[in-house]
């Protein structure tokens, strides 16, 4: 893989994030579109939204044109900051900035980790990923719990997986992705975007300062 492509996955990767968390916090500015996104049916509506574009990108990535393809990334970038937006009510701005500092310090780590191709992570996708829905499946469980000390424990654990995928996603892009395909690039792009941003919200989660 060259170098080239490479540039390209974490351009695009930076792009998204911008996106995000621009569109987060112009929302968050205004007491109408909050009162909009998060009233009646709309933020469900917004979720199934991202749903079914990562679910889109996922499985048509192959047969998309570069075009769709940056358009569905940038689509869910946007989307993704709809639903952001609230994080920047709840908690404080500068708590925000050094959270997204603090994963961008995790996240380049353990990229660089990935990059240096030390260890060889292939075989520990499908681990991952069952730990990963293990996760979610307790997370669904405590909804109807609320046990707090449940809700830390499988926030840790959650942060240690995608920390992982990280790394994981890294020596994935490099060894596996086509990279005379633009669109790949892009895709390669979402899931390490997918990666920053759950590391992202399990740190605020353990660390952000609400507001007063």
Same mark, same amino acid.
């Given at each position: 893989?060259?170098?080239?492509?490479?540039?390209?996955?974490?351009?695009? #990767?930076?792009?998204?994030?911008? /996106?995000?968390? @621009?569109?987060?916090? *112009?929302?968050?500015?205004?007491? &109408? +579109? $909050?009162? %909009?996104?998060?009233?009646?049916?709309?933020?469900?509506?917004?979720?199934?939204?991202?749903?079914?574009?990562?679910?889109?990108?996922?499985?048509?990535?192959?047969?998309?044109?570069?075009?769709?393809?940056?358009?569905?990334?940038?689509?869910?970038?946007?989307?993704?900051?709809?639903? #952001?937006?609230?994080?920047?009510? /709840?908690?404080? @701005?500068?708590?925000? *900035?050094?959270?997204?500092?603090? &994963? +961008? $310090?995790? %996240?380049?780590?353990?990229?660089?980790?990935?990059?240096?191709?030390?260890?060889?992570?292939?075989?520990?996708?499908?681990?991952?990923?069952?730990?990963?829905?293990?996760?979610?499946?307790?997370?669904?469980?405590?909804?109807?719990?609320?046990?707090?000390?449940?809700?830390?424990?499988?926030?840790?654990?959650?942060?240690?997986?995608?920390?992982?995928?990280?790394?994981?996603?890294?020596?994935?892009?490099?060894?596996?992705?086509?990279?005379?395909?633009?669109?790949?690039?892009?895709?390669?792009?979402?899931?390490?975007?997918?990666?920053?941003?759950?590391?992202?919200?399990?740190?605020?989660?353990?660390?952000?300062?609400?507001?007063?």
């Amino acid at each position: 893989m060259n170098n080239k492509f490479l540039s390209k996955v974490f351009s695009w #990767f930076g792009i998204g994030l911008l /996106v995000t968390f @621009l569109v987060a916090y *112009i929302v968050s500015t205004s007491i &109408s +579109a $909050l009162s %909009f996104i998060f009233s009646g049916s709309t933020y469900l509506i917004i979720v199934l939204l991202e749903f079914g574009v990562a679910i889109w990108l996922s499985v048509r990535i192959h047969k998309m044109s570069s075009g769709l393809a940056k358009g569905l990334y940038l689509a869910y970038s946007a989307l993704t900051g709809l639903t #952001f937006s609230s994080l920047f009510v /709840v908690y404080e @701005l500068t708590s925000i *900035i050094w959270i997204f500092l603090a &994963s +961008a $310090l995790v %996240f380049g780590v353990f990229a660089l980790l990935g990059k240096s191709g030390h260890f060889d992570l292939s075989r520990y996708g499908v681990y991952l990923l069952i730990a990963l829905l293990g996760s979610v499946i307790l997370e669904v469980i405590n909804i109807f719990l609320v046990n707090h000390t449940l809700d830390m424990i499988i926030c840790v654990a959650v942060l240690a997986i995608f920390v992982t995928y990280v790394a994981y996603d890294v020596q994935k892009i490099i060894t596996r992705y086509d990279d005379s395909n633009e669109a790949m690039a892009v895709y390669g792009a979402f899931d390490l975007y997918l990666d920053f941003i759950n590391i992202f919200l399990r740190l605020i989660q353990l660390f952000g300062k609400e507001r007063n």
